[in-house]
């Protein structure tokens, strides 16, 4: 009776540390929602890869693509979470419906043509930061990105 009690007392444990192991991670840093716009001299840009990468090196990047009007939001774990409140580096890429082909290789797609400047791929020339702010209110950001 005593080994099917402790049994029963094993499984019951098991089962509590699965349930709370899968509500998240314990101690990651909470997030805000954060969602904004991209538009290139004025025209809303499709298909742009954005990423919110930690000012300081550390921390989670937040990571979004825009929609056909431009529109993004955030993710840091989970579709829509948002970023942790901080300071970041702005990289954004357009993301191609088409990769090229491995060279070698015969018919191979060729690549399409950025629909943005490259320069605001690499953080350190897109001059592009932003600050999440615990308001999620002010956390709506419009980049128009210019040649």
């Not at 004025?42 to 930690?54: D, E, L, Q, W």
């Not at 993301?95 to 690549?111: C, L, Q, Y």
Request: hydrophobic share 35%.
């Amino acid at each position: 009776m005593l080994v099917a009690c402790l049994n029963k007392l094993c499984l019951l444990a098991g089962v509590s540390v699965l349930i709370v192991g899968c509500g998240g991670v314990s101690g990651a840093p909470q997030t805000v929602p954060v969602s904004g716009v991209v538009s290139y001299n004025g025209t809303p840009m499709p298909k742009i890869s954005v990423a919110f990468i930690p000012q300081d090196g550390t921390g989670q990047i937040a990571e979004g693509t825009t929609d056909a009007e431009g529109n993004f939001e955030l993710q840091t774990r989970e579709p829509g979470d948002g970023a942790v409140v901080g300071t970041y580096k702005v990289a954004l890429n357009y993301v191609p419906d088409t990769v090229a082909g491995m060279p070698g290789f015969t018919d191979g797609a060729k690549s399409e043509p950025s629909t943005i400047p490259g320069k605001y791929g690499d953080t350190s020339m897109s001059g592009l930061t932003a600050t999440v702010d615990p308001d999620e209110s002010k956390n709506e950001f419009k980049f128009d990105l210019t040649d």
